[in-house]
């Protein structure tokens, strides 16, 4: 079963790129707090304006607070917009006894709180 494997927790969108292949480029320091690698599929959801869509991850400048939307994507968010970001894992039932998801709660210039 697909379980809630980590999340970011209320990030601040710091830019949108229409002019990139694709993905979220995410600070290293919050990919290393959550355990989210780099190419992992993970789904953006936009407080904001509702919206919700999966991208894969490439990695930001570590402590930069980068939480940037590229590609196609850029077109669903805006600058500003609060995000949750989250990756969800495949567990057996004898993983999800003592699985625990990584949440990171950031605070609006994404640094961890």
């Known amino acids: 079963m697909e379980f809630l494997y980590a999340k970011i927790h209320r990030a601040t969108v710091t830019d949108a790129n229409l002019n990139y292949v694709g993905s979220i480029t995410i600070d290293k320091a919050l ?4 355990n989210i690698k780099v190419g992992q599929k993970v789904e953006i959801l936009d407080i904001n304006n509702g919206e919700r869509f999966s991208t894969y991850v490439i990695e930001g ?11 196609a994507a850029a077109r669903k968010v ?8 989250v990756a969800y894992a495949l567990l057996n039932e004898e993983e999800q006894k003592t699985f625990s998801p990584k949440i ?6 994404n640094k961890i709180v």
Request: aromatic fraction near 0%.
């Open 31 to 34: 990919l290393k707090a959550s």
């Open 61 to 71: 400048e570590e402590n930069s607070g980068t939480i940037c939307l590229n590609g």
């Open 104 to 109: 990171v709660h950031v605070d609006e210039n």
């Open 78 to 85: 805006q600058k500003d917009d609060k995000v949750i970001i």
